[in-house]
């Protein structure tokens, strides 16, 4: 029976100089190869042209090169892109550029579907089919700076890990990710440049500030009332706010940067005066700054946006209790590639 080969972007550079010194080569083509694999982004054997012909095909015979492949990208009126971007086992994630005047993002995703259940979100309705590899995590943000340079003429500057899946539950395979994009042999991008945003996982994010991480922190409040948040949120019953916030007072305590709040404001739901003050009270217990999002409506449902009205006296009430806040206004939403939209329709 004939045995999978096994991806080669799964092992480090130590494991691939290893397995060259045990086929009786020089240690130093693991490197070769690894440069080939990361720094080239190489999608086959062939393309690793100061590898002997020899070297290709025993790599050929043990291996395999798990490349994502943008599948169907679509661009925006506004510059927006969106990829639908296939795996090496025929499922799908979405990955979006975001460019303003400034800066351009990626908004990658960590999962097929999603581990949680967001009521608000497209993704939510795919179920979680499987974490994604750091490969692939790496793959969409290669995909992204290339279209960066292609169609804004700058590199990427930004990533924010806000697409598909709840990347706290894929934990190891977004921190390996995240180190191959801030290593000179990968991108060599800041940490600073790099937000995990998360619906609030508090023993990852315990975890998080234990493994003294250096990119940023955001959190996926959208309501600092227990009932309001468990019945758009249903996971919060699990992680109750008290958990949440105690989470995010150790991630403070350990790391001395700031949280992002993530906040949509919906009509009916969280945009009363007692959702307002409960949200500034919340935002009172580590230093922080609001980022308001426009929601973009996935059907004709229960979640709709908050009248100009709503959205003026939260940012009246935060600002008068010095916290920074700005909204965001939403991107690429007729593509679908604005939050919440993920949800390979394309
Ligand atoms: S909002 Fe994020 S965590 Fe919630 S279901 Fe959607 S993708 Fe998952």
Redesign the pocket.
């Known amino acids: 029976m004939a045995t999978e080969k096994k991806d080669i972007r799964a092992l480090t550079k130590e494991q691939l100089r290893d397995f060259f010194v045990k086929q009786g080569d020089k240690a130093f083509r693991g490197n070769q190869v690894y440069e080939w694999l990361w720094q080239k982004a190489a999608y086959t054997f062939e393309d690793m042209t100061n590898v002997s012909k020899e070297t290709r095909q025993m790599l050929e015979d043990n291996f395999v090169i798990n490349h994502i492949q943008v599948d169907t990208m679509q661009r925006s009126s506004d510059g927006t892109v969106k990829n639908a971007v296939r795996l090496h086992d025929g499922l799908i994630v979405e990955s979006v550029l975001i460019p303003t005047a400034t800066r351009t993002t990626a908004c990658v995703s960590s999962q097929v579907g ?1 581990s ?3 009521k608000f ?1 497209a ?2 309705r795919l179920k979680r089919m499987r974490n994604l590899n750091p490969d692939e995590i790496y793959d969409q943000v290669v995909a992204i700076d290339s279209e960066s340079r292609l169609y804004h003429n700058r590199p990427l500057s930004n990533i924010v890990f806000m697409g ?3 990347p706290l539950m894929n934990y190891n395979n977004v921190i390996k990710a995240i180190d191959k994009i801030t290593s000179s042999e990968g991108l060599g991008m800041s940490p600073k440049r790099i937000t995990l945003s998360t ?1 609030g996982v508090p023993k990852m994010i315990k975890k998080m500030a234990d493994d003294d991480v250096k990119f940023n922190l955001a959190v ?1 409040l959208h309501s600092a009332i227990e009932e309001v948040r468990t019945s758009i ?1 249903p996971f919060n019953e699990t992680f109750p706010l008290e958990d949440l916030r105690e989470a995010l007072e150790y991630w403070y305590e350990k790391t001395k940067r700031k949280i992002s709040y993530e906040y949509v404001v919906w009509r009916g739901i969280n945009d009363s005066q007692k959702d307002i003050d409960a949200f500034v009270k919340f935002c009172k217990y580590v230093p922080c700054k609001v980022n308001i999002i426009e929601y973009n409506p996935i059907d004709d449902g229960e979640f709709q946006q908050a009248t100009n009205e709503a959205l003026e006296n939260y940012i009246a009430s935060l600002e008068k209790n010095r916290i920074v806040v700005n909204v965001r206004r939403s991107r690429g939403k007729d593509i679908d590639a604005a939050c ?1 939209q993920l949800a390979n329709k394309s």
């Open positions: 999603c949680l259940d967001c979100c993704t939510a598909m899946g709840e619906s996926s949120m919440g």
